[in-house]
């Protein structure tokens, strides 16, 4: 309806748009003045009245990545042009919404009818293939169907299952979990993502076959790593990472971003921020210890040594806890070694990424103006880590008197950080099937501790 009612902002589009024209488009078109007027709906003039007015919703980056998106669907819908770089609209952008919402509709089976991604796709498999079995697809689907009509109250429509069988039959299992990743849930954490890598293959390390560009990257990620993460955040990470719009990304820069602690708070307290920063904290903490040697635990600061006031009662017995001041000294160790002074504030792309012609035109007022916004941000990472820092004080502290309350029936060692045991180490504490996991384990053979990366 976007684009068959003269009255919406985005009525009367080109056929065909490139990445600075459909950027342009959408800066022109997308303001809040426009779209949520208080007189939006008495007064509508035709191809977007009241252009320009107000803040637009998209930044240009948002743009960019919205055009990569659109890009990579009309592929999968079989519409894209010839040109790599042009978008079609009209009808073959109408083709690619009902491809979008085909993978919805999948998407939304797959959370409805099985345990988790990687169990389905062992069960879709065809024999001795990696293709996505037709047959056992359509099986999948009328279960879920089955299950969605026994359900009392209306519920949901019926998946549209030949639609769905059609398009994404026949395919190998990493397109498949390509696919679902366009209807993946936008907003993974950055530290989540890193720390996966850093639980897989070490610290700093990617593994990363070589220069790509942000398609590659997502098909590494879904057929190497297993990872769902949405397009949008793809390209977000993918510019993090060094990489420019439409161009590749240097494997060497997304280690180095490794080698840092990412801040994706100015000020630390975004929902869920503290707890992944803590996290990432801990398996920090184990990865810098392994460096030194392989079969390595945690240091002794994030080691809680837990003994009995007496020897009476088991229920009655308290635990003796170090001092709040010993626990401080503890987290600035350890916060000093992973850390450091300050931790890195996630930018993406924008300024970093400016042609040679476009440095040579550049003004000195544009540079002051430069320098000014990297001082502000400077200024605004120093804030962040330290209120950072704060906060994940008080988070080591409530961990340890919660493991305090714990009965002990001896003297015992705990780890402080919850994703990190003697035994098992993840990214996050949030365990999912398929996720990476690092496992110690006693080997039965006359030898120490060994390590090995396996799936959960």
């Not at 308290?318 to 890195?344: H, K, N, Y």
């Not at 008080?394 to 035994?423: E, G, H, K, T, W």
């Not at 053979?445 to 799936?455: D, S």
Request: hydrophobic share 40%.
């Amino acid at each position: 309806m976007l684009f068959q009612n003269p009255l919406h902002p985005l009525a009367n589009l080109p056929e065909v748009l490139g990445r600075s024209d459909f950027v342009i488009e959408m800066q022109k078109r997308l303001h809040a003045a426009n779209l949520f007027h208080d007189d939006a709906q008495k007064v509508e003039y035709p191809g977007g009245a009241g252009q320009f007015e107000g803040e637009c919703l998209f930044s240009v980056e948002e743009c960019e990545d919205l055009f990569e998106v659109l890009l990579q669907l009309q592929k999968v819908a079989g519409v894209a042009q010839t040109s790599t770089n042009l978008l079609a609209l009209g009808q073959q952008m109408d083709e690619t919404v009902d491809t979008f919402n085909g993978i919805l509709s999948l998407r939304f089976a797959v959370e409805r009818g099985a345990p988790s991604l990687n169990a389905l796709l062992g069960g879709l498999e065809a024999k001795d293939s990696k293709l996505v079995d037709a047959t056992l697809l359509r099986q999948f689907l009328v279960m879920v169907n089955y299950r969605l009509e026994s359900q009392q109250d209306a519920g949901p429509d019926l998946l549209p299952l030949e639609q769905i069988v059609k398009a994404h039959s026949g395919i190998e299992l990493s397109e498949f979990r390509r696919h679902l990743s366009f209807a993946a849930p936008v907003g993974v954490s950055l530290n989540e993502v890193q720390g996966h890598l850093e639980v897989k293959h070490g610290f700093g390390r990617a593994k990363l076959p070589g220069f790509l560009d942000c398609v590659l990257l997502g098909e590494h990620f879904c057929a190497v790593e297993h990872l769902d993460v949405s397009p949008l955040d793809l390209s977000r990470f993918f510019r993090i990472w060094g990489g420019s719009p439409g161009g590749q990304m240097n494997p060497l820069h997304l280690e180095e971003q490794l080698l840092h602690l990412p801040l994706e708070a100015d000020w630390g307290l975004e929902p869920f921020a503290v707890e992944q920063t803590f996290n990432a904290l801990g398996l920090r903490c184990l990865q810098l210890e392994r460096q030194k040697k392989k079969d390595a635990c945690l240091p002794p600061q994030a080691i809680l040594e837990l003994t009995r006031s007496d020897g009476g009662d088991l229920e009655k017995a308290e635990v003796i806890l170090p001092s709040e001041a010993v626990l401080r000294e503890r987290f600035e160790v350890l916060w000093t070694q992973c850390v450091g002074d300050r931790m890195s504030m996630i930018t993406a792309g924008g300024e970093g990424f400016l042609t040679q012609e476009k440095v040579e035109k550049e003004t000195k007022e544009a540079k002051e103006a430069k320098e000014a916004l990297a001082a502000q941000a400077k200024e605004k990472e120093a804030a962040g880590s330290a209120k950072m820092k704060e906060v994940c004080t008080d988070r080591f502290l409530a961990a340890a008197r919660q493991l305090a309350q714990q009965p002990v029936s001896r003297r015992q060692y705990d780890s402080i950080f919850p994703n990190v045991s003697d035994i098992l180490a993840v990214s996050n504490v949030n365990l999912r099937a398929g996720q990476v996991v690092v496992v110690r384990y006693r080997l039965a053979v006359p030898a120490t501790f060994g390590t090995r990366n396996i799936g959960c």
